[in-house]
């Protein structure tokens, strides 16, 4: 259990990491060039290896990371950083439902970060007016560093029903009253009809729940799930404040840039968010439908090599079918 000893009015920030250095060390450095870090918290969760090669990543990872904490606390670039070890290989989704569980035993709120995201210098800023803002607003549940869109107009945010994992915070008491980690498809559909299941997958252009099938379910389905059975929204930046690295190597994402590329793929925006506390937040109706668009296909652009791949494969699959 961490010991707390909390220095700053500033939301503390938990970072999970696993086996990739060079991710983690990208997204660490990042996170450090925002002005509000040497005013924070972190606490660095690093999950246990699984076999004796990704042991020795994890140890290449850990050393990184004793040397970086002596770096930034000595050049006062955070004002603490605590780094928890993991004996064992708990998984993504264990080591992230425990770590903030361990963050929340001593604050009210967090910010949530993994080890290939790629950090804007204004998303400290973003995340904690959005807490203060928001902390009492008990239908806004979470708060997105991420977005599939490129929004212009007169706010720099919207509300979605619809929450990113790419850079977020939540508040304790929220997370606690909604999150539960379902264990089957039938416990986390419990209540839902297929009217709930369609809207929330979008008309199935977003087809989230399919992950359903999985063991363990992902975190970040059974959170969509809680907030959508709440009713409740996400806090999310007309433009993108992160901007992920390890699309082409993580555990729930794989690609290959030969064959397809992610259309949201960009570089996270390099200006301030402007946020106003509104009474009555709420999601627009336009905006969920440019979502849908721009989630079809996972977001997913093919190549022209790509697209040919693809036809051949749904043919060979077809044919296979029907044989």
Not at 102 to 126: C, K, M, N, Q, W
Not at 209 to 229: F, Q, T
Not at 309 to 322: D, N, P, V
């Amino acid at each position: 259990m961490l010991n707390f000893a909390p220095v700053s009015s500033l939301s503390p920030i938990a970072l999970f990491v696993f086996n990739r250095l060079g991710n983690t060390r990208r997204t660490l450095e990042a996170l450090l060039a925002n002005p509000l870090a040497s005013e924070s918290e972190l606490y660095v969760f690093s999950d246990g290896g699984r076999d004796a090669r990704s042991w020795r990543e994890v140890r290449k990872v850990r050393r990184y990371l004793g040397r970086a904490k002596d770096d930034a606390l000595g050049r006062g670039l955070l004002k603490a950083m605590t780094i928890v070890e993991r004996q064992e290989n708990l998984y993504v989704e264990r080591n992230i439902m425990e770590g903030i569980a361990e963050v929340f035993a001593g604050h009210d709120r967090v910010i949530v970060l993994e080890d290939d995201i790629l950090t804007s210098p204004h998303f400290l800023r973003y995340m904690n007016e959005a807490l203060t803002l928001y902390a009492s607003s008990p239908k806004v549940l979470h708060v997105s560093g991420f977005t599939n869109l490129r929004l212009e107009g007169e706010r720099d945010y919207y509300f979605t029903p619809h929450m990113s994992g790419w850079g977020w915070a939540t508040w304790r008491d929220k997370w606690q009253r909604h999150f539960r980690h379902f264990e089957s498809r039938s416990e986390a559909l419990q209540g839902m009809t297929k009217e709930d299941v369609d809207k929330m997958q979008y008309g199935g252009v977003f087809p989230c729940l399919k992950s359903l099938h999985k063991a363990p379910i992902p975190w970040d389905v059974c959170w969509e799930l809680a907030i959508y059975k709440a009713d409740g929204l996400c806090l999310t930046p007309s433009t993108t404040l992160v901007r992920n690295i390890g699309l082409t190597g993580g555990t729930h994402f794989r690609s290959c840039r030969l064959l397809q590329s992610y259309e949201y793929d960009r570089p996270p925006r390099q200006t301030p968010v402007r946020l106003s506390k509104e009474e009555s937040p709420q999601a627009e109706e336009e905006t969920e439908r440019l979502f849908a668009l721009a989630i079809t296909d996972w977001g997913i652009r093919y190549t022209w090599l790509g697209r040919m791949i693809r036809k051949l494969y749904k043919r060979m699959r077809y044919e296979g079918t029907a044989g």
